[in-house]
C-alpha cells in the first residue's frame, strides 16, 4: 500500500530528521501490521491513539506488548 503512493522500505536502524523525506514505521505483532506512526521534523515520532489524541515518542517508545515491533521503515521525497 505504501509503495504505491510513492513510498520503499528503507534498511538500517537509525533515521536522522530530514526536512526533505516523510518516514512512516509499522508496528507488528504475530505477522500482523498493529499500528503505524510518522516521523516529524525535529526526528520524534507522531501517532495517532483513539480518535483525538496524538502523541509524539521515540521509534522504539511504543514497541511492546500492545503494538509489537517496528518491522519496516518507509521514506519518500517530499513534494517540492
Not at 521534523?41 to 514497541?63: C, F, M, V, Y
Request: charged share 20%; proline share 4%.
Amino acid at each position: 500500500m505504501l509503495e504505491s503512493q510513492g513510498f520503499s522500505e528503507t534498511s538500517g536502524n537509525c533515521y536522522p530528521p530530514n526536512a526533505n523525506v516523510d518516514r512512516i514505521a509499522l508496528y507488528a505483532k504475530n505477522g500482523q501490521v498493529q499500528h503505524a506512526a510518522r516521523q516529524l521534523p525535529n526526528g520524534q515520532w507522531t501517532s495517532k491513539l483513539g480518535r483525538e489524541l496524538d502523541i509524539s515518542h521515540t521509534l522504539a517508545g511504543l514497541e511492546g506488548h500492545t503494538y509489537g515491533f517496528v518491522v519496516a521503515v518507509f521514506e519518500k521525497a517530499e513534494d517540492t
